[in-house]
């Protein structure tokens, strides 16, 4: 299966340029590791297609050292959907390119 739903919140990591995240569930991030062996991108990045309320976006979601992955989520998205830090979110992710 190369489809996921799942809802996680959004998060922010500390820093000065407060990019948000969704950390993707354990379960999810271990069989994204399993299906893109050999094949991921640079860092570790697996391409993804992602799906929140009405908005779909291309991206990839990054590995973190407790091996789960985190999807950056942009500002023009988290404005669309109504998204604040600690919101739940659902989230529909589609692996491509691989």
Do not use: C
């Not at 990019?19 to 299906?35: A, K, N």
């Not at 991921?40 to 590995?63: C, D, E, L, M």
């Not at 023009?76 to 589609?94: K, N």
């Amino acid at each position: 299966m190369s489809t996921y739903r799942f809802t996680a919140p959004l998060w922010v990591y500390p820093g000065e340029a407060a990019w948000h995240f969704i950390t993707v569930p354990e379960d999810i991030s271990d069989e994204i590791t399993d299906l893109t062996e050999g094949h991921r991108k640079g860092f570790g990045s697996v391409r993804v297609a992602v799906t929140i309320g009405n908005s779909t976006w291309r991206t990839s979601v990054f590995p973190t050292k407790d091996g789960t992955y985190v999807l950056p989520v942009k500002k023009p998205i988290r404005h669309t959907e109504s998204l604040a830090e600690g919101t739940p979110v659902q989230t529909h992710l589609e692996l491509v390119d691989f």
